[in-house]
C-alpha cells in the first residue's frame, strides 16, 4: 500500500482536502482508505446503545455488523497508543491510503496552510513535508506550492510522488 499524509495546524483545510482527495483518487479508479489522528478523547459510538453498554462492561473489541458496513472498537484499557505502523497492518489492502494527521511520523505529506491561521509553515524544516497547499504564496519555500482548492494538481502531484 502506498501512503500519503495531510498535516497542518488545526482550522487550515486538512478534512477538507483529504474529502476532495479520497474523491479524486476514486474516480481515476484506485481504492482508498483513510486514517485520522485525533489528539482528544474521540468516541464512535454512543451511549445507550448496545455495542456502547458491551464496551462499558469491559469487552476489549466490540464488533458491530449491519448490511452496509461493520465498524471494529478496540479499547485500548491503559495500554499506550498503537503507532502508524501497526494501524496501517489493520488495514485491507488498498492502492493508497491517506493519512490526517501524524505530522511527526516519516511518511511523505502535504501541508495545509491558511493565512488567516497565523501560524508557521512546518514546511521547509521537515523534510517529510514535500509541498504546500495554501490559500496565499510562498516563494520563500523551495517546494511545490498548490492552491489549497486545486485538488486535481495535488492529486496529481501525490500521484507522482508515490509512482501511481
Do not use: C
Request: hydrophobic residues 40%; aromatic residues 4%.
Amino acid at each position: 500500500m502506498k501512503i500519503f499524509g495531510v498535516t497542518g495546524w488545526k482550522n487550515t483545510g486538512k478534512t477538507g482536502l483529504m474529502e476532495r482527495l479520497v474523491s479524486e483518487f476514486t474516480a481515476r479508479g484506485l481504492s482508498v482508505s483513510t486514517v485520522k489522528h485525533a489528539h482528544h478523547d474521540t468516541d464512535i459510538d454512543q451511549p445507550g446503545r448496545d455495542s456502547h453498554r458491551h464496551r462499558e462492561a469491559g469487552a476489549r473489541e466490540v464488533m458491530l455488523a449491519s448490511p452496509h458496513r461493520w465498524a471494529l472498537m478496540h479499547e485500548l484499557r491503559a495500554a499506550p497508543e498503537p503507532t502508524l505502523a501497526e494501524l496501517l497492518e489493520r488495514l485491507s489492502p488498498v492502492d493508497l491510503v491517506l493519512i490526517e494527521g501524524y505530522k511527526r511520523d516519516s511518511h511523505p505529506k502535504i501541508e495545509t496552510h491558511r493565512a488567516a491561521s497565523a501560524r508557521p509553515l512546518r514546511a521547509g524544516a521537515d523534510p517529510t513535508i514535500r509541498a504546500v497547499a495554501s490559500d496565499s504564496a510562498h516563494p520563500e519555500l523551495d517546494l511545490a506550492v498548490f492552491g489549497l482548492d486545486d485538488t486535481g494538481a495535488i492529486a496529481d502531484f501525490i500521484a507522482g510522488e508515490l509512482g501511481l
